[in-house]
């Protein structure tokens, strides 16, 4: 099963369909027997606890270095476009279309 970090817009547009979009996208990839990674649930801690941009930004490249790919999700989005550049920067595959992820394994 590979770690799949979710890279997709947050910010821009309602952000609660955002969240609802990306957690779609990641029930997708557990059935197609990955474990996704969703970077947007981040969003109900920072209701809690509120932390800059650049701490969550922080936060996302500590958890890409242990991830096995990235999906870019379609939308514009400048977090999810450094997510991806730095996730090249570290040699990550990044995958802009979830069926050209190899298959998972799934039990």
């Given at each position: 099963?590979?770690?799949?970090?979710?890279?997709?817009?947050?910010?821009?547009?309602?952000?609660?369909?955002?969240?609802?979009?990306?957690i779609?996208?990641?029930?997708?990839?557990?059935?197609?027997?990955h474990?996704?990674?969703?970077?947007?649930?981040?969003h109900?801690?920072?209701?809690?606890?509120?932390?800059?941009?650049?701490?969550?930004?922080?936060?996302?490249?500590?958890?890409?270095?242990?991830?096995?790919?990235?999906?870019?999700?379609?939308?514009?989005?400048?977090?999810a476009?450094l997510?991806?550049?730095?996730?090249?920067?570290?040699?990550?595959?990044?995958?802009?279309?979830?069926?050209?992820?190899?298959?998972?394994?799934?039990?």
């Amino acid at each position: 099963m590979a770690l799949i970090y979710l890279a997709a817009p947050y910010t821009k547009g309602d952000v609660a369909q955002n969240v609802h979009n990306v957690i779609k996208v990641a029930d997708m990839l557990l059935e197609m027997g990955h474990i996704p990674f969703v970077p947007h649930l981040t969003h109900f801690w920072h209701c809690v606890s509120p932390k800059p941009w650049d701490v969550w930004l922080k936060i996302d490249k500590e958890v890409l270095r242990r991830c096995d790919a990235v999906l870019r999700v379609t939308g514009d989005s400048k977090g999810a476009d450094l997510e991806v550049e730095y996730a090249k920067e570290i040699k990550l595959p990044v995958y802009y279309n979830i069926y050209d992820l190899p298959k998972g394994v799934t039990s």
